[in-house]
């Protein structure tokens, strides 16, 4: 069974330029979150999908936006870049059943973006 | 709103020392916690979650973890250390997200643990 994935592993962009990063969740999962990770800090939360829609954001710009698939795999989609964009992108999948709280996250190997 | 607070940013044992992490929440709901492992160049793994049954919870790697209400704590923990704990950890809270889907995580800024020979 495959955990999550993500694709590509690192990336070298350049200040103005627009990357995609893509997901692929845990088999079974319907849910997926984005985060990032700068670097010496903890990941932060950038949104989250859910049957297609983004549920909920965190305190990022509309630079950063996302979709997902009705295979439940997931991009973000990162434009304009900026030299603070550099850090490591996670994914994390879960299954949603609304109200209850015992699900668990479970996280790719990230993606590395370096913003030149 | 819900946060979690680590303390320093690197802790360092001898092997065969306790690993004593610390971690404390503000939250205005019971709050989910959780702690993180993550080893160099990789994603993040789960060691431990509280969810409100047992105070006392255990993980994976001989780590565990005790919720304390009054002091608004869930420090993490492991008798002996090895080599091969020498990773970044991570303490986190869940969100609710009421629109569907699962939990949102907030994460606090992770404390590096060196384990020396």
């Known amino acids: 069974d495959a955990g999550v994935t993500q694709s590509p592993t690192h990336l070298i962009k350049t200040r103005g330029q627009q990357v995609t990063l893509r997901c692929s969740p845990k088999?079974?999962?319907?849910?997926v979150s984005w985060y990032q990770q700068a670097l010496g800090q903890g990941p932060q939360f950038i949104f989250q999908?859910?049957?297609?829609?983004?549920?909920q954001r965190g305190n990022f710009p509309d630079r950063f936006s996302g979709h997902q698939f009705p295979n439940y795999s997931s991009e973000l989609n990162v434009n304009a870049l900026l030299l603070g964009d550099s850090a490591l992108y996670l994914c994390?999948?879960?299954?949603?059943?609304?109200?209850?709280?015992?699900?668990?996250?479970?996280f790719g190997p990230g993606t590395r973006l370096l913003v030149l | 709103a819900q946060s979690v607070t680590q303390l320093g940013s690197h802790v360092s044992v001898s092997e065969g020392a306790l690993v004593l992490l610390r971690c404390n929440y503000s939250?205005?709901?019971?709050?989910?916690l959780f702690w993180y492992v993550q080893y160099p160049n990789q994603g993040l793994q789960l060691l431990l979650k509280?969810?409100?049954?047992?105070?006392l919870v255990k993980g994976i790697n001989g780590f565990e973890a005790e919720f304390k209400k009054s002091e608004t704590s869930f420090h993490l923990t492991k008798p002996s250390a090895h080599m091969r704990d020498a990773a970044e950890y991570f303490c986190?809270?869940?969100?609710?997200?009421?629109?569907?889907?699962?939990?949102?995580?907030?994460f606090g800024k992770g404390m590096k643990l060196t384990v020396n020979p």
């Open positions: 994390a999948s879960s299954s949603a059943r609304p109200g209850d709280r015992e699900e668990t996250q479970y």
């Open positions: 088999s079974g999962h319907d849910t």
């Open positions: 999908y859910y049957e297609e829609e983004e549920r």
């Open positions: 939250s205005s709901v019971p709050p989910y």
């Open positions: 509280y969810t409100s049954a047992a105070t």
């Open positions: 986190a809270v869940s969100l609710f997200i009421t629109q569907g889907g699962s939990e949102k995580l907030v």
